[in-house]
């Protein structure tokens, strides 16, 4: 699956903008850098999975629904739904930990 950074940044835009947030307010909100979001509207240059994440916290939301839009989640599987609602419940080392354990089990370093 391909990700547009440009889409998933107009969909992050449009959930800041429903919230009357600032770009300054997102970026303290999702503990991230207010260049980096700067550069990424104005560069198009694509977001970390950590700023994915970030974000997506920020706003009480699934990572998935920035990545591919709310309305796309029907793509998912229903297993696939269940491993993002139990990821939501890890903290941040225990998904440290989930991910060394997925590139063992794949053996595949991402």
Same mark, same amino acid.
């Given at each position: 699956m391909y990700f547009d950074a440009k889409q998933i940044y107009n969909r992050v835009d449009k959930m800041r903008l429903e919230r009357g947030w600032s770009i300054y307010h997102l970026a303290?909100? +999702? #503990?991230? &850098?207010? %260049? &980096? @979001? !700067? /550069?990424? =509207?104005? =560069?198009? &240059? /694509?977001? /970390?999975? !950590?700023? @994915?994440? /970030? *974000? +997506? #916290?920020?706003? =009480? @939301? #699934?990572? *998935? %629904? *920035?990545l591919i839009g709310t309305e796309d989640v029907s793509i998912l599987d229903a297993e696939q739904k269940e491993l993002i609602t139990y990821w939501n419940l890890l903290s941040n080392e225990q998904r440290a930990s989930m991910m060394k354990m997925l590139q063992v089990f794949t053996k595949q370093e991402i």
């Open positions: 303290e909100m +999702a #503990n991230v &850098s207010v %260049n &980096s @979001i !700067y /550069s990424w =509207r104005d =560069r198009h &240059s /694509s977001p /970390s999975l !950590y700023m @994915i994440e /970030s *974000i +997506a #916290n920020a706003f =009480r @939301i #699934n990572p *998935i %629904n *920035i």
